[in-house]
C-alpha cells in the first residue's frame, strides 16, 4: 500500500483521481490539496464523497508532501508544477504532472504556446511523456511522467499506427476535435453556466489551442520527421467525453497484385491491431461502427475506428474517450501504476456507464 | 462463484445489472435473456460492453434457465415472471423479480392498477418485498424477492423512519417526485425521443401511477394502518436519478418541558439515525444540505434529508437515488448478496461519478 | 412610437426585453442599461443581436433615463429599484420594475425575507401589482407597476380560480416548482455552472425562498384572508421553463341532488374557465393533458390543468410558462402595453417554438 | 393573402413552418397534410398549437390540395414528392419540395446515393435550387423549387464566396458537421431516443451521407468544375442547430508588393462581404468571433466567420444555422416569399432567442 497526494484535488480531473483511487487496491489517499477550499471537508467540496472521505482540504505544500507520500498527482494550473519542483522532492517521490509543464520538450514552444516562463526546464529531458500504450517502458522507469492532455491522448492514439507505418500522409492531417464540458473545468466563468453551453455548439481556440503543438511533437515522432497539422476543438452541451474526427490522405501501397494503390479496410485494419490488439485500454471496433462517447464513459477505454473515403484518397478516423478518464485521472494512475509495478489495469477496469 | 441469469438483458435495468455484476467476485453471467436480440452479440446491443462481454443473447425460457444458473434476474415487463413462474422452477434457484408482480400482497390491487390478471398469485405470499434496509432478515431467507420500485424505493427511505416513529400524520403526505429518462425504458416511442424530452419537464400518470399502491402498502406496514397518499411522477431531462420532494404535517410531540410542540430538527435527526446510521447504502446528508441526484449517479446510495417549515406545521422530507441502481440493478444485487450469504455490499462499493 | 429604457439590459430577462420589444409595433429601445458593460456594443454581449442592435450599453442613471424615455424596466437586483425611485422619475415616466422591490404591500415581510432595508417604501402603496389577468384595470392607471416573479405567476395564476371561488382549502396548499436555470441568472457562479446542473436535480431554498410571501400575499387577497403555504423549487437541467404542480384539499360542494360531495371535473373546469375563457395568455388544457414547459417555450403562454384525486380527497393543480417570458419579459410587455392603452397581446403573439 | 398547404405538416419541419407561417402576413394555411394523424386535432399532435391552430389533419393528396390552395410544401420523405408530381400540379400551384427530390440535376447521382428509383426526373431541370442568397433571380421565376437541405445549406453557404472567387482549393474541402437531433425526424426509433443521444456524441454516416453529392454539385458550379470534398455529419445532444467547421488550402494571391503569398485577414473578409454584405441572413462575424449554433437558434440567419493558419496554410471556415428554419422551413418561406414577389424577409425577421 502506497502513500498518494494530490494536489488540486478539487478541480474535476482532481475529483475523478480520488474517485479511482477510492477503489484502488495499491493505493491510500493521504493529502487533499485544495488552494481554494483549505480546511474545509474533501466532501463538502464534491458530496458524492460524503461517507466515504472524510478528510479535509490541505494546502499545495508540496515540500512538505514529498516527505508523507510515496506519489504526488499535481492537477494544476499551468506552471504550477514547474515552479514547484526541485531534485530534493524527485529524490523522495515519484510524480504524474497532470498538467502541461513537462509534456513540450521544446522548452520554447511551450512558452509560446503556454505564454509563460517555464520555472524548471532542467527537468523536461528526464520527465517521460507518459502515454502508456507508447512508452510504456520509459513510464516504468521515471520519477516525473507528464500525463498527456485529453485532446492529445484522442489525437494521438486515434492516429498514431497509420503515422507510424507512414500510411497517411501526416501534413494533411486534419483533426477536427469534440469535447464535454469539464474540459472547460470548475471555474466560475460565464461561457462556462449551463444556459451558455447548453443547447450550443461552438469551436474555440481555432488555430491556437495549446494541444496542438503537443501532438504536434508526439506524432513527429512516430512520423519520423517535424509535421505541422490543424486541431479544432469545439465545445459539446455533455459533461463527459471527447470525439476526434481526423482526416489525412493515405498514401498509396504496394498491393497484392504488385500493383500500386489505395490500402484496402483490411491493410488498415491489421495496422491498427499490430499496434493495439494487445492494448486493453484500446478497442478498435468492428467495421462499420463509429465510436461514440457515451460508450465509454467513466471507463479507461479509448475506442477508435476509421473509414476509407475511396472517392477522395482520405481517410477518416475517429476516436473517444472520457476526458476525465483515460484523458486525465485514468491515464494518471495507469502512470502510477507501471512506475510502482503494480498491475497496469489494477483500479482501471471500469465498466463504461450506459445510459 | 455462483451462475448467474437475466432475463431481459437488453433493457437499461438489464444492462445495469451487467456492468454490476462484471465487477462482482460471487457472481459470473451465464445467460443473457433477451427476446428481441436473440443470437445476437450482447456487445452489438450495448458497445460499452465490447471486449468485457463476448455473450450473444439467449431466449428467456426461465426453465432451461433454472437448469444451468444459482440465481435468474427478470428485468421483463410486468406480468412475464408471473406467468414463467412455477414451483419447478422455484426449487432450483433463487429468483430476484425486477418487475412489479410479487410487490403487492392483495392479488385484487395489483390487477387493478396494472390491469393484468395475475397467473401465479399463489406465490406473492411467499415472496419477500426486497427492500434491504427494511426487511434484511427476510430477503436472507428468500426463494424470491421482488425488486422494488424505483420511485417506491426512493419514496419509502425518505419517510420511513418519520412514519414508523408517527412523527408525521401519514394521510397527509404528498410525493412529489422527479425521474430521469432511463426511468421510460428503451423502447422507441415518440415522447421519449430526444426532442421530446429535452429542454422539458411534465408530470405525467397524475394520480394514477401504478408505484402509488406500492409506496401505500410498504409504509402503511409501518403506520400500522392503511393510508392513502398522493404521488405525482415527473418526467426530468437527465439520463438517470431520482429525487423525491414529500411533505407531511408533523404530529406534535412531548418537548422536554412537558409542554407539546413539534418536534425540533435535532428530535427528526435521532430518528433517521436510529433507522439509517448503520445502513451503509443510506446516507442522512447534513443540516441544510438538499439532495442532489448527480451526487449518487452510478452508486447504491439513497441521500435523504429534511427540513421543518415551523410557519405551516409540515416538514419537507427529500431523498434522491439512481434509478437504475439502487432503484433497480443495485438493489437486486443487494438483495442477491443477502440470499447467497454475500457480503451485502460485495459489487456495490460504487464510488458516485461527478460530474 | 414611445421609447423604452432599459436597466439590467445584459441579465437573461434584459436580454429577453430586447428580444420582445425588437418585434413590438410602438415601442423603440434608446437605452441599453449595463453596468457591467459600459461602452460595450450591446451585441458583443449577446451575440444573437449582432446586426439587429447597433447601440451600447449605457449606465443604469435612472434620473437622466427618465428625461430621454417614456417607460423604463428595471430587471435588477433587489433594491436597486427602490434605491432610486424618485417623484421626479414618476412624474416623467412609466416604470416597470422586474425586480421584488414593489411586490409585496407589507414593508416588514420584505424586509424580512430579502434581508434588504427598503429605501422608498413610501411608493409601494401606489405599486400596482401587474398579474394582469388579475389587476387589469388597476394596471392601465398605474405609474409605477411591480411586475410579478417567475414562480409566482406559474403558482398564482394555476390556483387563482380555485382560491378565488372557495373551492380549495388554502391552507392546505403545497406547491412544488421546477425551473429551467436561466431564472438563476447569468452570474458567474460555481453551483451554475454546465457540470455542475447538468444531468443533476434538486431542491434548493426548501422553506425559505423570497417568493413565497408573495405567493401566500396575492392568494390571500383571493382567499379573503391570510394564508400559509408550503412552496418548493428545485433547480431542473433546462435552460427555460416553470413547472408547478400544487397540491391542495378540495372543499365540499353542493351536488345537483342536494347532498354535499367533491366537486366533480366538470365543476372546477367550470371555475377556471369563468376565469381565463377570455385570457389568450392563459391556456386551459383539455382534459387529460398534462403542462409541459416545453410547450410554450418562447412565448407568453401559461397553460394549466388539473387532475381530481377521488381517493384522497385532493386536487392535482399544474401550470407551466417560459420563466423569461411571462415569467418576467413578456409579462413586463404586457403591463406596459396595458400602461400605455396598446393592444394588450402587441409583440406578445409570439407562437411556442417546438422542439 | 395567399392559401397554402402542408404535405408532412407533423413532421419537425413541418411543425416549423406552420410556426412562420402563424406570422406571416400574407399567407394562411388550409391544409395540414399528414398521413399519421388524419382527422386529429393538429394542436394534439404539436401542443404548442392548443388554441393557435384549430385545424385537423387531412391526407397527402395533392391533386385536391392543388386546387385548393397556391402554394404546396412538401416536407415529406424522400421520393414522395416526385412519385406525387404531374404537369397538372404544376400548372395550378408553385411547389417548394423540402425534401431531396429536385436538388441533384444529374438523375443518376440521386438513385445512386438515395437508393430508390426517380418518379419523375422530366422535372428536374425545371425546378431551381432554393438557396435564395445564389440563385435569388432564379427562384423569383420558379414554379418548383428544391429547397436545399440543412447541413448543405450550412457548408455551401459558408465556404461558397472562397470557392467561388478561387481563394481555396476545393479538392482539399472538409467538411466537418454537427446537427442537433431535430434533424434525425420525429420517427420513433431506438438511436433518436433521449438516453442515447443525450451526454453523448457520434459521427455517422461517414463518406457515405446524401448531402455530400449535393454540396459537391452546387459548390462545383461556383469553382466551375466538378468536386470530390469529404463530409462527415455528427450527431449532437441538443434540439436545434448546424455547425460546420471547414478546412481547404488556401491558394496564393498576389499581394501588394508584387508578391505571391497566402491572402490576408482582410483579403478574405473583402471576399465575404462581396458576398454577403447585402444578405440579410447570412451574417459575416467579427474577427476572431466563432459562430455558436445557440446564436442563431430559432432565427433565419446563417452565422459564419474564419480564420487563417499560417502555419499550415489552411483556412478553418465555420458556419451556424438553425437546421429547422434557415435549414429548412425558414429557408422555404424564404424562397415562397421570392416566388410570390412578396418581401423577401416577411415572416422571417425572427430575432435568435437566448438562452
Given at each position: ?181 469539464s474540459g472547460a473545468g470548475r471555474g466560475a466563468k460565464v461561457p462556462n453556466l449551463y444556459c451558455e453551453v447548453n443547447e450550443n455548439i461552438k469551436a474555440y481556440g481555432v488555430a491556437s489551442h495549446r494541444h496542438t503543438p503537443e501532438i504536434e511533437e508526439q506524432l513527429g ?79 479507461n477505454y479509448v475506442d477508435v475506428n476509421f473509414v476509407i473515403d475511396e472517392r477522395t484518397g482520405r481517410i477518416i478516423m475517429m476516436g473517444a474517450l472520457d476526458n476525465l478518464v483515460k484523458g ?28
Open positions: 500500500m502506497i502513500k498518494a497526494g494530490i494536489i488540486g484535488a478539487t478541480g474535476y480531473a482532481g475529483g475523478e483521481l480520488v474517485r479511482i483511487l477510492m477503489a484502488h487496491k495499491e493505493v491510500e489517499i493521504k493529502w487533499y490539496g485544495s488552494r481554494s477550499y483549505i480546511d474545509k471537508k474533501y466532501a463538502e467540496v464534491y458530496q458524492n464523497m460524503f461517507q466515504i472521505v472524510e478528510d479535509v482540504c490541505l494546502d499545495d505544500n508540496m515540500e512538505e508532501l514529498a516527505k508523507q507520500v510515496d506519489v504526488i498527482f499535481t492537477a494544476t494550473p499551468q506552471g504550477f508544477c514547474a515552479s514547484m519542483m526541485n531534485d530534493d522532492i524527485l529524490s523522495k517521490v515519484k510524480v504524474v504532472d497532470l498538467s502541461a509543464d513537462y509534456r513540450i520538450k521544446d522548452v520554447a514552444v511551450y512558452e509560446k504556446w503556454y505564454g509563460i516562463e517555464h520555472k524548471s526546464p532542467q527537468y523536461i529531458d528526464e520527465a517521460v511523456y507518459g502515454l502508456c500504450e507508447i512508452n510504456r517502458e520509459d513510464v516504468k522507469k521515471a520519477r516525473l511522467v507528464a500525463n498527456p492532455g485529453c485532446y492529445t491522448t484522442c489525437s494521438i492514439l486515434t492516429a498514431y499506427p497509420l503515422v507510424k507505418e507512414g500510411l497517411i500522409d501526416p501534413d494533411t492531417l486534419i483533426i477536427d476535435a469534440k469535447s464535454g464540458t515522432y512516430a512520423a519520423g520527421k517535424e509535421i505541422l497539422l490543424n486541431f479544432t476543438p469545439h465545445l459539446v452541451p455533455m459533461n463527459r467525453g471527447i470525439l476526434v474526427t481526423e482526416y489525412a490522405k493515405l498514401n498509396q501501397v504496394k498491393k497484392p497484385d504488385g500493383s500500386r494503390g489505395l490500402p484496402s479496410y483490411e491493410d488498415i485494419k491489421a495496422v491498427y491491431d499490430k499496434y493495439y490488439k494487445e492494448e486493453k485500454f484500446v478497442r478498435v471496433l468492428e467495421k462499420g461502427i463509429c465510436p461514440e462517447t457515451k460508450w465509454v464513459e467513466g471507463s486525465a485521472a485514468g491515464q494518471a494512475v495507469q502512470n502510477m501504476n507501471l512506475m510502482f509495478g503494480f498491475k497496469e489495469c489494477e483500479g482501471l477496469e471500469l465498466v463504461p456507464m450506459f445510459p
